[in-house]
């Protein structure tokens, strides 16, 4: 720590005592600065209040019974799980099926639990009555079926379901990719034909005991009767149990090719408003390739992706926390996969709101209107500068800039800032810094910087310039030739096979994660190993070879085609996949076609689903640090959007606007909601993720070591570049610094953002507030303290005010100035002081953060 003072010390002393002597007696100063600061300048949100939510519901008025699929229960394997609704007098709608009490009309016809579980005992048409405790009532009619048959178990719509749903075939244990303790499953069940081989067949069917289907190992070990390593997951006698018992004693068949084929779930309610702490039941249904439906609840497999504001019980009842929002519970069934979405409203009155400047204002207040949660007011000048200047050109205003701003009466000046910040050299700048990463424009030697350099200018050029995001994407994909002359052939060098060429565009473009499809099903969505080689196809006719420009090196820097037919070969089926677009059909190309400009066509379409949004989320998530869907790179039915309505208005406006980005970046910023304050208000400090406020977030690596350079007025050096490049002005990665090393600066290894973590540790503290880098910044002779010391002619108020502007974009208040102005005033080192108050400022909470 080097923010000592020079006083002398007895001779006795050895130095590292009197430096740490020195060290001590004004650490207690400096702290004082920075605690002052931080504590004028900063409010953290305090735990949730109680809200109201829905508020009364009011008397019972009717109970119904929600469609559920099938009316028809075909054989004694099969189960029906009913929904009953009640309506109240203040038009809520809530789950009743567990509060009522049923009735059947045939007690020998089925047979209905208290959790509203249909279980078919013979044939018949029967009628079941809910009724509630003040008299209401709701009456079905079913029909039993096919009872007195013994209809196979199914092997895969069946047997293979209760293994997903009790875990068994999961990662961590019999799906893992060498097994179990000598079992093996398939990952999630979604190659059944693999499991009937080693469930039936391995190990001379050792797990299956047909002369007494309950002492089975298949049985016993889940049930805890043998010794099992993954403990009692199965009851005796339980439906799971008595489906495979029967499976058993029927001989274990095995699936037909003629069986229907399962074509997606239907979960029923899709979506419901419910109170903190209210209950849903949810029912599953399937539907098949004969039309047929079959009621699959008690063999889906659920899983909430937010597991503190929801969690799901095996038997689909789902259990509602106290956090306002939306979240939604994944359910799984046989490959396919649905979502129920529960909206929480707080239910406090939503009167006053900012203007609606842009659609997204309507988009986000309504949200806020429905879920009762009062949005914050808009933020003042000083932080809207200071936001709106670094999320778009990843720098502070200058003090001048920030003096005529705040100054400024006229009605319109936030909307010309973001006009002339969106037209600066900063906002190239900036947007270059980022996708320059994501592209993984990464230098590994010397050489590379003929690439990287090119490439970081390009993206840069194509910025500045605006060109159309859908051109800018053709650009990269279907780049050809060296990477001298078209230099986005750059992005091949990083990614030299066609599944990570695949891999990289689906996550980037689309928003879409589809390694997992590589080896099987991606258990989160309806993509298969079919889907991931029909999209590789697209990039096998891409060729790479070592050009006469880059002699010095083997890396491959030249793309063209090789000739071939664009086709991958599913290692799985062993066939040949055409190009497909994902959900699209596959396309024939001939071998002198291109089939990466196909690919581009098929993204950029206007109905295309991923394209467009995966662009406005990634925005969106850059200036409000949370996408509408979160990950940004995550788009899929099970991680539904915070707010549909707003992610498809964003969508529309973008395509409507021919793919500008630059339109893209000014219609979120002039928007009320990028411009709220982030103090929350005693009803909206639990929101996180409706935007009813700014959420405040650190400075990236690159812009908190400008910021610092920027106050400390010492340009930065970096080698290989002119002295005053910015960091966030740098081509590539390829340069040594630790201060965006230790602050999280991505090294350009993938397409994800992840890389750029935002999460603060002890090395970064430490950093700021010790380093020889940052001591040097506010030591130079050059710099700001040293200059406002060797300045008699300016008052030290006036110099504490400009302080102010270049590291806050405001003006300090009286007491600030007050407390600053009584540390300078009294210190016998005027130098040393300004260096203080500087070094305070830095580590303030104020300055890290963009608020």
């Not at 503190?308 to 306002?324: E, F, K, L, N």
Request: aromatic content about 10%.
């Amino acid at each position: 720590m080097n923010r000592g003072t020079q006083q002398r010390l007895p001779e006795t002393q050895s130095p590292m005592l009197q430096k740490l002597t020195a060290v001590r007696a004004r650490f207690t100063v400096l702290v004082c600065i920075t605690a002052f600061l931080s504590s004028c300048c900063w409010h953290t949100a305090s735990p949730a209040a109680d809200f109201p939510g829905l508020g009364p519901a009011g008397d019972l008025q009717g109970l119904s019974f929600q469609s559920t699929g099938p009316t028809v229960i075909r054989g004694r394997n099969a189960r029906k799980q009913l929904i009953v609704t009640g309506s109240y007098r203040s038009g809520q709608q809530h789950d009743a099926t567990h509060d009522v009490t049923y009735s059947m009309s045939d007690p020998k016809i089925a047979k209905v639990d208290a959790d509203g579980l249909v279980t078919p005992l013979s044939d018949g048409n029967v009628s079941i009555t809910a009724k509630s405790n003040n008299g209401k009532t709701a009456t079905i009619e079913l029909t039993i079926a096919q009872c007195q048959q013994e209809l196979p178990v199914n092997f895969v719509d069946e047997v293979v379901p209760i293994f997903t749903r009790l875990g068994c075939n999961a990662g961590g244990c019999h799906g893992k990719s060498d097994g179990q303790n000598g079992f093996k499953l398939s990952l999630l069940g979604f190659y059944p034909e693999d499991d009937y081989e080693y469930l039936v067949h391995e190990q001379q069917g050792r797990r299956i005991f047909p002369a007494d289907p309950e002492f089975s190992l298949l049985l016993q070990k889940p049930a805890n009767q043998v010794p099992h390593g993954g403990g009692k997951l199965m009851e005796p006698g339980s439906y799971e149990w008595e489906l495979i018992s029967n499976w058993i004693a029927q001989g274990s068949p095995n699936s037909s090719e003629e069986d229907p084929t399962i074509q997606r779930i239907e979960v029923v309610p899709p979506v419901r408003e419910m109170n903190t702490g209210g209950q849903q039941q949810l029912s599953v249904v399937a539907h098949y390739s004969d039309g047929s439906l079959r009621d699959v609840t008690r063999l889906a497999a659920y899983e909430a992706n937010q597991p503190d504001m929801a969690h799901p019980d095996p038997s689909g009842r789902v259990t509602i926390s106290d956090t306002p929002g939306e979240t939604a519970v994944m359910v799984r069934f046989q490959g396919q996969v649905a979502v129920f979405r529960a909206i929480i409203p707080q239910g406090l009155p939503v009167e006053t709101l900012p203007p609606e400047q842009t659609f997204i204002d309507g988009m986000v207040f309504a949200r806020l209107k429905q879920l009762g949660i009062p949005a914050s007011g808009l933020c003042d000048d000083a932080t809207f500068i200071r936001r709106a200047t670094i999320d778009i050109t990843g720098r502070l205003p200058t003090a001048d800039q920030a003096r005529q701003f705040i100054d400024d009466p006229s009605a319109d000046k936030r909307d010309r800032l973001i006009d002339r910040l969106v037209d600066s050299p900063g906002y190239a700048d900036y947007f270059a810094n980022k996708w320059a990463s994501v592209l993984r424009n990464k230098r590994r030697n010397t050489n590379d910087i003929r690439y990287t350099y090119r490439f970081h200018d390009w993206i840069r050029n194509q910025l500045d310039k605006n060109t159309p995001y859908d051109e800018f994407v053709r650009s990269i994909l279907t780049a050809s030739g060296t990477a001298e002359t078209h230099p986005p052939v750059a992005w091949y060098r990083e990614l030299r096979t066609s599944s990570v060429q695949m891999e990289d565009t689906a996550q980037l473009f689309l928003g879409m994660r589809l390694g997992c499809a590589k080896c099987h099903h991606h258990p989160f969505e309806r993509w298969s190993q079919q889907d991931y080689y029909g999209f590789e196809a697209f990039f096998t006719q891409v060729s790479m070879k070592v050009s006469n420009y880059n002699p010095e090196t083997n890396r491959p820097d030249s793309v063209s085609l090789n000739g071939k037919l664009a086709q991958a070969r599913n290692p799985r089926t062993k066939l040949t996949v055409k190009p497909t677009g994902l959900g699209g059909q596959p396309l024939d190309i001939a071998e002198w076609d291109d089939a990466r400009h196909h690919l581009v066509d098929w993204m950029a379409a206007p109905e295309n689903p991923f394209f467009s949004r995966a662009l406005v989320n990634r925005y969106w998530k850059h200036f409000f640090g949370r996408g509408i869907v979160d990950p940004e790179d995550d788009l899929r039915v099970t991680n539904p959007p915070s707010n549909p309505e707003l992610i498809a208005a964003l969508e529309k406006h973008f395509i409507d606007k021919g793919f500008d980005m630059k339109d893209l970046v000014r219609t979120i910023c002039k928007s009320s909601v990028y411009q709220l304050s982030s103090e929350p208000t005693e009803s909206n400090k639990a929101d996180a993720q409706n935007f009813s406020r700014f959420y405040p977030r650190r400075l990236p690596a690159e812009v908190l070591y400008d910021s610092i350079n920027h106050v400390a007025d010492v340009p930065a050096s970096f080698n290989g570049v002119p002295r005053g490049t910015l960091a966030i002005q740098l081509p590539d990665n390829g340069f040594d610094n630790y201060f965006l090393q230790v602050f999280g600066k991505p090294e350009a290894e993938s397409a994800c953002e992840c890389e750029r973590s935002p999460e603060a540790n002890l090395a970064q503290s430490l950093h700021l507030l010790n380093s020889s880098d940052v001591q040097n910044r506010l030591q130079s002779g050059t710099g700001r303290a040293a200059n406002f010391a060797k300045d008699s002619d300016t008052e030290n108020q006036a110099k504490i005010t400009e302080l102010y502007l270049w590291a806050f974009s405001r003006k300090p208040t009286v007491s600030e100035r007050e407390f600053v102005l009584s540390h300078v005033s009294d210190a016998k080192d005027s130098k040393q002081a300004w260096e203080d108050v500087i070094w305070a400022m830095l580590n303030a909470k104020e300055f890290q953060f963009i608020r």
